[in-house]
């Protein structure tokens, strides 16, 4: 199985911060990859898919960029709202995997 | 809006079958991918395989001895039967589905999940 390492696995940010979590792959997966959001008790929330393209209704302050083994996600002008825990997942190859997530705190 | 909504029984006895529905609402089941994921504290978030609307499936080779997906498209629902359980299955259990983009499936729309114990 390919595994997803994010790091780091928690960060404490102000409202207004811009904020970039990492997410490395043990093997290339080319660009498959997507990034979620999940809050305390809520399903995750679908925010990056194909490394850097935006899911339907996700705003600009969330992009992603990356390719092979080594991707970012980044978050600007944080908000209240954006506090959560994010999480990469793989889609390159069969099983599925998903990162250990990085819990994003105020 | 794309809703999908798990539901089953929230406990399970160990050695028995979890049985998990996913009813979709807003849109078609068909032509897409539809997914079963759990999370657990211990675990975190693992995808435990899709069926796509024509009825192939895929499963996580770890589970695949006692998963089980079907779906039907009539009554725009989806299916998982997880046989022999034991506490180690004990999870949140996630619907989503995917689209195929590039060759590839990413999830877009999830369900709100279902917790599911495993205990006698």
């Known amino acids: 199985d390919i595994q997803m390492t994010q790091s780091p696995s928690s960060l404490s940010a102000s409202v207004g911060d811009r904020v970039t979590i990492t997410c490395r792959a043990s093997?290339?997966?080319?660009?498959?990859l997507a990034w979620f959001q999940q809050k305390p008790g809520k399903a995750p929330k679908s925010l990056i898919y194909?490394?850097?393209s935006l899911q339907s209704g996700v705003p600009s302050k969330f992009s992603g960029s990356g390719s092979g083994t080594d991707f970012t996600l980044t978050i600007s002008s944080l908000q209240p709202e954006d506090f959560a825990t994010y999480y990469c997942?793989?889609?390159?190859?069969?099983?599925?995997?998903f990162g250990q997530g990085t819990k994003l705190s105020i | 809006q794309v809703q999908l909504q798990e539901s089953g029984p929230g406990l399970v006895k160990p050695s028995e079958t979890l049985s998990l529905t996913c009813t979709v609402s807003?849109?078609?089941?068909?032509?897409?991918?539809w997914s079963w994921i759990r999370q657990s504290p211990g675990k975190g978030l693992e995808w435990i395989g899709y069926?796509?609307?024509?009825?192939?499936?895929t499963y996580n080779p770890s589970l695949k001895s006692r998963v089980t997906i079907s779906v039907d498209t009539s009554n725009n629902q989806f299916s998982l039967k997880l046989t022999s359980v034991t506490a180690a299955d004990t999870a949140v259990y996630y619907c989503?589905?995917?689209?195929?983009?590039?060759?590839?499936?990413?999830?877009?729309?999830w369900g709100q999940g279902t917790l599911v114990t495993v205990s006698s």
């Open positions: 194909a490394a850097s």
């Open positions: 997942q793989q889609y390159y190859t069969y099983p599925y995997t």
């Open positions: 807003g849109g078609s089941i068909s032509s897409y991918y």
């Open positions: 989503a589905r995917g689209q195929q983009f590039l060759g590839k499936v990413p999830f877009d729309y």
């Open positions: 093997q290339g997966i080319t660009n498959y």
């Open positions: 069926i796509y609307s024509s009825g192939s499936t």
